[in-house]
T-cell receptor, first 112, second 114 residues
Framework: RKEVEQDPGPFNVPEGATVAFNCTYS??????FFWYRQDCRKEPKLLMS???SGNEDGRFTAQLNRASQYISLLIRDSKLSDSATYLC?????????????FGTGTRLQVTL | GAVVSQHPSRVICKSGTSVKIECRSL??????MFWYRQFPKQSLMLMAT?????????EQGVEKDKFLINHASLTLSTLTVTSAHPEDSSFYIC??????????FGEGSWLTVV
């Protein structure tokens, strides 16, 4: 079993749609969780951190379920500019020296 | 604010030559940096962990004599691809973690070996 699993997609959705991505992780001791966005031929950029209490940033909502070892990202009112690959990232600690574990990414294509 | 800067963004070199890629932390110190490579449509693959003042830790299957890593200061790590071959052509990315586990990535370096 992979340490972090994501559906690779692609998810093709029309503009304005709501889309949800899920991610599961195997290390129950993991401490910090993130969603990153990676555009084609660019580096990953932080979209948002993920907390058990859930957090929202504009059209984006992230949720962590520690019991199920499951992370989600919800995008409302999709824009063309949301087209990218979304990476689920898990860190075993909150420290600066630990290696992150990446999902393979979920590709989103928003169309007119 | 804290940024990770990588240079060069693109480089083309001839087979058999060596190429150096620099990764700098700006506005923060990074005792640990990470080097990744990414092939088209694939996930990031961790190559090595760069440790300031000591030897890098390489992932299984990564040749340490081919991918030389030097982390001589708290703000700079370098990756040198030695005796480059066309199959080394890839996107190389560095990162450093901030407190809280958040990772900042450099802009990435596209290496083409001809």
């Amino acid at each position: 079993r992979k340490e972090v699993e994501q559906d690779p997609g692609p998810f093709n959705v029309p503009e304005g749609a709501t889309v949800a991505f899920n991610c599961t992780y195997s290390n129950s001791a993991s401490q910090s969780f993130f969603w990153y966005r990676q555009d084609c031929r660019k580096e990953p950029k932080l979209l948002m951190s993920v907390y058990s209490s859930g957090n929202e940033d504009g059209r984006f909502t992230a949720q962590l379920n520690r019991a199920s070892q499951y992370i989600s990202l919800l995008i409302r009112d999709s824009k063309l500019s949301d087209s990218a690959t979304y990476l689920c990232v898990v860190n075993p600690t909150t420290g600066t020296a630990s290696k992150l574990t990446f999902g393979t990414g979920t590709r989103l294509q928003v169309t007119l | 604010g804290a940024v990770v800067s990588q240079h060069p963004s693109r480089v083309i070199c001839k087979s058999g030559t060596s190429v150096k890629i620099e990764c700098r932390s700006l506005d923060f110190q990074a005792t640990t940096m990470f080097w990744y490579r990414q092939f088209p449509k694939q996930s990031l693959m961790l190559m090595a962990t760069s440790n300031e003042g000591s030897k890098a830790t390489y992932e299984q299957g990564v040749e340490k004599d081919k991918f030389l890593i030097n982390h001589a200061s708290l703000t700079l790590s370098t990756l040198t691809v030695t005796s480059a071959h066309p199959e080394d052509s890839s996107f190389y990315i560095c990162s450093a973690n901030l407190a809280g586990g958040l990772s900042l990535f450099g802009e990435g370096s596209w290496l083409t070996v001809v």
